[in-house]
Structures are given as structure tokens and as C-alpha cells.
């Protein structure tokens, strides 16, 4: 297995979360930026992962916005759906 393909492993083993519509959310994100994550676009959303659920949720929900810049553009993009 790759260097890509353990980083997007990895990826998937953080998306597990206590609450199933996070989970789900951060889900499909991985599943349709599976090939640009495993090339190596992976820090931000990484770091994104390592924050709380509840945050995630109320950032995810639009009840508030992510104080990062580098977060607001990756939580807008985890947000639309296909």
C-alpha cells in the first residue's frame, strides 16, 4: 500500500466520530476528494479533523464560522453536496 493510500486510510479511521451526521458529512467530503487527498492535499483537512465534533457540527450548520481562513474554505467545500 502506498504512501497516499495509508494517508487516506488514516483519513477515514478520523472521519469516525460520535455523532453519525458528522460522520457521514466528513464521509462522502473523503469520498469525492479521495485523489487529490492521497496526493498529498491532506494537512488542512487533517487538522480540521482534530478539532471537537460540537464545533464541527455548528461550523458545518452555518451557525458560526471557523475563525481559521484556512478552515472556512475547506468546511464550505465539505458542505456542498452532490
Partial sequence: MGQG???????RWLCRRGMRELELMLEAFLRREEGALSDGQWPDFEA???C????????FQGACDSE???FQ???DRI???E
Fill in 52 to 59: 471537537e465534533d460540537d464545533r464541527l457540527w455548528d461550523w
Fill in 68 to 70: 481559521s481562513k484556512q
Fill in 48 to 50: 480540521l479533523l482534530s
Fill in 5 to 11: 493510500a495509508e494517508r487516506v486510510k488514516r483519513l
Fill in 79 to 81: 458542505r456542498e453536496r
Fill in 73 to 75: 474554505g475547506l468546511i
